[in-house]
């Protein structure tokens, strides 16, 4: 096999990975609120998901998305710490 055929191989998963289909936005929330609750497992896992939702909701309407589930966690988070306590 020619290296110029070898490239062409090479290059198939590539462009395989990069037609993953993507998460939508809830998907992403939804399983946030599932690590959360693994990971405050003090608090009950009904109360995770709607300190979550209720995080996520601030952010309703805002027009650049990519990175609310980061905001989301990060706010979601840090009121779980404080019912852990």
Request: hydrophobic share 40%.
């Given at each position: ?22 998460l ?54 840090a ?7």
């Open positions: 096999m020619s290296n110029r055929l070898r490239g062409l191989d090479a290059a198939k998963p590539q462009r395989h990975a990069n037609s993953m289909i993507e939508s936005e809830q998907q992403i929330i939804d399983q946030l609120a599932r690590r959360l609750a693994d990971t405050h497992t003090q608090v009950e896992p009904t109360r995770v998901a709607q300190v979550v939702h209720e995080q996520y909701a601030r952010f309703e309407g805002r027009p650049i998305r990519d990175f609310i589930p980061l905001f989301v966690e990060r706010r979601a988070a009121e779980l710490v404080k019912l852990d306590a």
